[in-house]
C-alpha cells in the first residue's frame, strides 16, 4: 500500500459540501467514487484536511488516502481527472510517507474571501464572491482586520453550533487586497473555528459600512459572545486556498 | 404606451437558451414572467436583438417591450432587477420612440469567444471559456483571423441548419487577445450567420494547432461548405458582447 497526497479544486457551487452526507452531492462522495473505479468497485476512503461547507470553494483542498495500484505519483491527476466531474481537479500529487495525514499534519491555512462591490450585481460573479452594493471604507476594513492578527479566544467570531471547547486560535495574516471592484481578505492561520473566516469577513463588512468601529473588535473579542460579532458572510465568497504542512 | 431599451446581462450555464421553449428554463420566460408581475399579471412580450444557444452568455444583449408603467427610464433597472433571477441583470434602461425594434434597428454586433489555454481544465472556467490544453500558435491564429475579416459568403462557418439564403456577411473586426492563459477573441460585424462566431472560434482553435494553414481559410471560404471550416467550438465560451444601432 502506498499513501497518496492530493491537492485539488473544486468550484463549491453546485456541491453540498465536501463531507458525505445521506442527501445532496459531495466532494468526497464524487472523489470516492472515482476512486472506487479505479479499483474495481473495491472502497478507498478519503480523507481531507477539513470539510468545507455548501457553496464553499477549494484553490488547495489537500487529502490522502492508501492504494495498492503501482501508478507513479506524477500519473495520478491525469488518472483522477478524467473519472472526476468537470467541478473538481487535482492539480498534484505525491506518495508520502504513511505517517502523513491530511487533517492532522496539518500545520496551519490559508482561505481567501471574495467581495465583489458595485451597485449592481454581476450575473457571472454570483457564485464565486459575495455581492456589495456599497463601497466599502478600505482603511477601517484594513484596521479592524489588524486587531484580528495574533492569538486570541475567536468564541465571538465561531458558530454557536459547536462542540470545540478552546477558542484560541492565531492568525497570521490578514490581509485586504483590492483590485478594481474585487475585494480580496487573505487569512492565515494555525486552525480555524466553525464559520470563523465567515464570521470574520461579515464583521470586516460592517467595519467597511461603518456599522463597526474598527476598536470595537478588541471589545468584541473580549466579549466571547457570538452574537457581538457580524452577520456570518455568504459562503459564495470563501475558498480555502491552501493547506500548509511542515517537513 | 411608452417603448423601453434595456440592456441585459445573463449567464447562459443554467439555461436552456434565451428564447422561450416548452421544455428548459429560458432567458425570456424569466425577463417576461418578471415584468407579468409587474404589471399586475398582464403579458409583456419581450424583443431581444437575437437569440443566443444553450449555455451562451451575454454581456451586452439588447432587449425592447412595451408598457404602460410611468416608470422613469433610469428606474428600471431596479425595478426590474429586484423581480429577476440572480443569473439575469438590466444593466441599462431608457426610453426610445417607437420606431426603435431590437433586432432590425440593430447595426451590428460585437461577440467575444474565451479560450482557457492551460494542461490542466479549470473547475471555476467551466462554464465561461473553451478549455484548450494545448499551447496555441497565437500568430497562427492572427494570420488566419485577418484572413476572415472583410465581405465574405461565410456559407463554411454556417450550420447547415439554416434556411437564410444569403450568406454574404462583412466581419469589420477579427481581434485576438491574449492576456496570461486566457485568449479573447472579438468579433464584430454587421450580422452573423447560425452558429458563424462559435465555427469561426473553431477554425481558429485549428490554425493555433496547426491543424489548418492560415492560407486554407481562403479556400475555405471560396469552397462554401460546411464541412471545409473547423468544428464548431463549444457554447461555454461565447459571450455576445455588445449591440449596436445607429443615431
Chains 1, 2 share one sequence.
Not at 490559508?110 to 452594493?133: A, G, T, W
Not at 476594513?141 to 458558530?159: K, M, Q, R, Y
Request: include cysteine; charged fraction near 25%; proline fraction near 4%.
Amino acid at each position: 500500500m502506498k499513501r497518496l497526497k492530493c491537492i485539488i479544486s473544486y468550484d463549491g457551487s453546485l456541491f453540498a459540501g465536501y463531507q458525505i452526507q445521506p442527501n445532496g452531492r459531495t466532494v468526497q462522495e464524487e472523489l470516492e467514487k472515482a476512486l472506487a473505479r479505479m479499483h474495481k468497485g473495491s472502497q478507498v476512503k478519503v480523507t481531507a484536511s477539513g470539510r468545507t461547507d455548501a457553496g464553499v470553494h477549494a484553490e488547495g483542498q489537500v487529502i490522502h488516502f492508501d492504494t495498492p495500484l503501482a501508478i507513479p505519483g506524477d500519473r495520478w491527476p491525469t488518472a483522477l481527472n478524467s473519472q472526476l466531474p468537470k467541478d473538481i481537479l487535482v492539480r498534484k500529487a505525491e506518495i508520502v510517507p504513511e505517517s502523513f495525514h491530511a487533517r492532522f499534519s496539518a500545520a496551519g491555512k490559508e482561505y481567501r474571501y471574495k467581495i465583489y462591490q458595485d451597485p449592481f450585481r454581476n450575473p457571472f460573479k454570483r457564485m464565486y464572491s459575495c455581492h456589495c452594493p456599497y463601497e466599502l471604507d478600505l482603511q477601517a476594513v484594513e484596521e479592524a482586520a489588524g486587531f484580528l492578527i495574533g492569538t486570541h479566544d475567536f468564541t465571538s467570531f465561531c458558530s454557536a453550533k459547536t462542540d470545540v471547547q478552546d477558542k484560541v486560535r492565531t492568525i497570521t495574516k490578514l490581509e485586504v487586497i483590492h483590485c478594481g471592484k474585487e475585494i480580496e481578505l487573505r487569512v492565515a492561520g494555525s486552525g480555524f473555528l466553525y464559520n470563523m473566516v465567515r464570521i470574520i469577513a461579515g464583521t470586516l463588512i460592517e467595519a467597511g459600512k461603518g456599522k463597526v468601529a474598527p476598536n470595537d473588535i478588541h471589545t468584541i473579542l473580549a466579549g466571547r459572545d457570538r452574537a457581538l460579532a457580524g452577520k456570518t458572510a455568504p459562503a459564495e465568497g470563501l475558498y480555502l486556498w491552501e493547506v500548509f504542512y511542515g517537513n
